[in-house]
């Protein structure tokens, strides 16, 4: 019996087999849908209902290590939201990091908050979502850097200048050598798109700094469209320097 004990833990630990590992399925419904990148980063998708473009599909990013998670920014609305918390089931969720003022990065931030999870953003997000009268705020503040645990992994959420918008932050996990831009960060072959709170002529420095940074980067998260790697950050720069 012994003998058979011995075997069958064998073949677990050469199958990398873990009876309390919780696996994660894709998930699409009307309201969100779910991408996996690699084994522990994933994209949520939801989608905003705008005048200019319809029903517009927004991109946030998920990072589950350990038993521990990291969301950054919210889906577009709460109910989203609460499909995405319970689509990540029992592991922790240790904070949600929205990266600029605007819906589509806070949207959802009231779901969140109704289930005791914490939310983060530079302090010029808040004041900025209070003079765009956000009814729902994040509730911690930092200057320019977060610098957060998840699992025994460090991630960054940190600005380096204007772009989209005046706040817009990015979201960095070194170990899995992935960029969550955001709407700094445009798709390949995209236009520049809302530029209503835009800082154009900064634009291409503030992600030239970011490369300059994490040039080792493989996995690049824009805020809209589908992801790519260091390529979707000199589109950026080319898109927006000023000639």
Known sequence: MRNILQIVLLIHILLGCNPNKQTYNSYESETLK???????????????????????PCNGMVYIKDNEA???????????SAELINWIGNK?????????????????????????????????TIELAKNNNKNVLPQTGFK????????????YANYYGE???????????????????????????????????ASTENWARTVERIKSEFPEIIN????????????????TIKLFTIN
């Open 70 to 80: 990291i969301i950054f920014d919210t889906p577009t609305n709460n109910k989203a």
């Open 144 to 155: 320019d850097k977060l610098k957060l645990k998840i699992g025994n992994e460090v991630v």
């Open 92 to 124: 922790a969720i240790k904070a949600v990091v929205v990266t600029h003022f605007h819906d589509d990065c806070l949207g959802g931030l009231e779901e969140f908050h109704s289930k005791n999870i914490r939310s983060f953003s530079t302090i010029r």
């Open 163 to 197: 772009g989209h918008t005046k706040d817009n932050i990015v979201g960095v996990i070194p170990s899995e050598k992935t960029l969550f831009g955001g709407c700094l960060i445009k798709e390949l072959n995209s236009s520049k798109g809302n530029l209503v709170d």
């Open 34 to 56: 779910i991408e996996q990148i690699n084994e522990n980063i994933f994209v949520h998708i939801s989608y905003l209902e705008t005048k200019n473009y319809g029903k517009y």
């Open 220 to 235: 690049v998260v824009p805020g809209h469209g589908k992801i790519g790697g260091i390529e979707l950050l000199d589109y």
